[in-house]
């Protein structure tokens, strides 16, 4: 069974995730910019990870752009977020809102605590993310702004048994 690991992060959470699951799978980990369609040709699965800023998936557009490339194959994605795990409504939507519902057909998902270092965010992101939390605070919403890792080798266990799972199916 032949796959790859595709991922977009900015801080580096989702690339030690991507890093994780392609030396467990002894497959590849490649920032989805360097991904040519030349390069998921003739695989079985493909894995994408991605972390969420304000919202949105970091491979929002990426996925729009490149739906083509996947139809069809076995898609497991990873989204990396600062939402806590049993919020999984908010989780669900940056799901839903930043993955094709044609590419979820084919599609399972599991979410990965990720980690925050307020010193070395981009002047940009430092802004970003302390308006943000203002504006959750009015809305009765909390955005964590103070540090947390919650990075964890043992958090990718579920996508490697979901495609432990899967290989009777792709093998047919
Ligand atoms: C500016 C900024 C905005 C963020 N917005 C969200 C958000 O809307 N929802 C969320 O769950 N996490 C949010 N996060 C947390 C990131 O998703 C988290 O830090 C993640 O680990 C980043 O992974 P990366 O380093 O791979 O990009 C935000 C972080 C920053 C710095």
Redesign the pocket.
């Known amino acids: 069974m032949k796959g790859i690991v595709l991922f977009k ?7 030690q995730y991507a890093i994780w699951v392609a030396a467990a799978l002894n497959t590849q980990a490649i920032k989805a910019e360097f991904v040519s369609e030349k390069d998921l040709s003739g695989l079985d699965y493909v894995i994408i990870g991605t ?6 998936l ?1 491979l929002a557009n990426w996925l729009r752009q490149h739906a083509a490339w996947l139809k069809g194959k076995k898609l497991i994605f990873f989204i ?4 806590p795990l049993h919020e999984t409504e ?2 669900r939507s ?1 799901y839903e809102g930043g993955v094709p519902a044609l590419l979820r057909d084919q599609a399972g998902v599991h979410f990965l605590p ?3 270092r307020f010193k070395k ?1 981009s002047l940009m ?2 802004l ?2 302390t308006m ?1 939390s203002r504006m959750a605070k009015w809305r009765g919403e909390n ?1 964590n702004t103070k540090d947390y890792n919650s ?1 964890s080798r043992e958090h990718i266990q579920p996508i490697l048994n979901e495609l432990h799972n899967l290989q009777p199916e792709l093998q047919h």
């Open positions: 992060g900015k801080y580096g959470a989702t690339m972390s969420v800023y304000i919202g949105k970091q990396v977020a600062g939402t908010k989780l940056y990720g980690s925050l965010l992101d430092k970003l993310l943000g955005i990075v």
